[in-house]
């Protein structure tokens, strides 16, 4: 792991225990836990230095507030990203915590410590031509003809019911046995939160022609040409190639179908909390930022729909 040989040995597996939490307690995703994993690894690295000898548990329970601090100072002068930064100090306090609630030692120092201040970021959606071009043209790239309506399957959910890459690639066949219109698809989301998402007579309709293409019958539902789960780096790259052939900026990726699909339902009258719990957001403040990214929609129903706009000067 990250952290072999950066931390006194009788204090290792300690921080394997951790690991083990986060994966089978809290569910967290491979991807996260690569993450935390890396998080921790750097941050044992920088007390090396910073102590001058490799640090034990005890060590952790003493560190001071300017401690944690020179490691935020550390990460700026390394260039990494306030919201990278963020993160990795949010995974020091998840690690603090457990380390407390199994009585191993105390620290309340870090929780003294600000996290940087996070940029507002806004979802950046594709129109609903662009949209739809993407979804219609994803089948033109393969030579295999079954290929070609598996992608075409892909891009529908992802703008059709908004999930996420992971999320649809995680589907099994017995998921979308006799998929109809109307139907919905139970989705198993971050932190293993499940809901509920209707399903449009386009993406049942992609759905059942992709299976009744596909030359293999495995567990997965969407397969590579192996017959093997099929892996996210396939759709993006994908992705990549359609955004050079329409023309698309590089913030058209699989994941901005899912903000399309968020956007084009707020234009379309959609309200927050129904796309939050179509989306899976654990907080409807995630949820608002699609308000900013529709704010042209809602200045024209502003000027179509108030009295004022009625009156010519």
């Known amino acids: 792991m990250a952290f072999d040989g950066k931390l006194e040995p009788a204090a290792e597996p300690v921080l394997a225990d951790w690991l083990d939490w986060l994966a089978h307690e809290k569910r967290c995703s491979a991807h996260t836990l690569d993450a935390y994993s890396r998080d921790l690894g750097r941050f044992l690295g920088f007390l090396i230095d910073h102590l001058g000898y490799v640090p034990g548990l005890k060590d952790l329970a003493n560190l001071q507030a300017t401690d944690f601090r020179s490691y935020l100072a550390f990460r700026v002068n390394q260039g990494l990203s306030r919201t990278s930064t963020a993160r990795a100090l949010s995974s020091l306090r998840n690690l603090f915590r457990f380390l407390a609630r199994r009585g191993l030692i105390e620290n309340t120092a870090i929780s003294t410590v600000r996290s940087p201040k996070i940029p507002r970021s806004v979802p950046r959606a594709l129109d609903p031509v662009e949209a739809r071009e993407v979804v219609t043209r994803a089948g033109d790239l393969p030579l295999e003809p079954w290929v070609g309506k598996r992608d075409v399957a892909i891009m529908t959910l992802l703008y059709g019911c908004g999930l ?71 759709v993006q790259k994908n992705m990549r190639h359609l955004r050079h052939q329409l023309g698309l900026p590089d913030t058209a990726t699989p994941h901005a179908l899912r903000h399309s699909f968020a956007t084009h339902l707020l234009g379309g009258g959609g309200d927050l909390r129904t796309i939050q719990e179509l989306l899976g957001h654990a907080s409807l403040s995630t949820t608002q930022r699609y308000t900013e990214v529709d704010a042209s929609h809602l200045n024209a129903v502003y000027r179509d729909a108030h009295p004022r706009a009625r009156f010519k000067e």
């Open 164 to 234: 996420r890459i992971s999320e649809a690639l995680a589907l099994n066949r017995k998921d979308v046995t006799n998929l109809a219109a109307g139907d919905v698809l139970r989705i198993t989301g971050k932190g293993g939160k499940e809901r509920l998402v209707p399903v449009l007579a386009v993406v049942a309709e992609a759905i059942t022609d992709y299976l009744s293409a596909c030359p293999m019958e495995r567990q997965a539902l969407f397969l590579g040409l192996r017959g093997k789960r099929l892996n996210a780096g396939v």
